[in-house]
């Protein structure tokens, strides 16, 4: 059974950091792509960052040079470190897993395994 977790959300004030980390099982980080997605309320979903099977990354521009993907391949772990935090980064952020492509993506429509979600919540 596939099961993406995610946890190291909460509440921080602006200016501050959070590490966000997807724990997967029945699937492995390596051969699947892997992508962080947001949804704030009243809003879609969009992406966030994505990194490929080859290890590719992509960034939504709003969070490049604040934000970085990676992946633990020993303990199949996906990470989202976030630093220099802003209010309207305050979402719900899932992890989600695409088995078949190689590059990077934010094109969430071709993701087929998500998380539950964590709650990210910056104030000013």
């Known amino acids: 059974q596939v099961q993406l977790v995610e946890s190291g959300g909460g509440s921080v004030q602006a200016g501050g950091s959070l590490r966000l980390s997807c724990t997967a099982s029945g699937l492995t980080v390596t051969t699947n792509a892997m992508g962080w997605f947001r949804q704030a309320p009243g809003k879609e979903r969009e992406g966030v960052a994505g990194?490929?099977?080859?290890?590719?990354?992509t960034y939504a521009d709003s969070v490049q040079g604040r934000f970085t993907i990676s992946k633990e391949n020993a303990k199949n772990i996906l990470y989202l470190q976030m630093n220099s935090l802003k209010p309207e980064v305050t979402a719900i952020y899932y992890c989600?897993?695409?088995?078949?492509?190689?590059?990077?993506?934010?094109?969430?429509?071709?993701?087929?395994?998500w998380g539950q979600g964590t709650q990210v919540t910056v104030s000013s």
């Open positions: 990194i490929g099977r080859d290890s590719s990354t």
């Open positions: 989600a897993a695409h088995p078949y492509a190689a590059a990077a993506t934010l094109n969430r429509y071709v993701f087929t395994r």
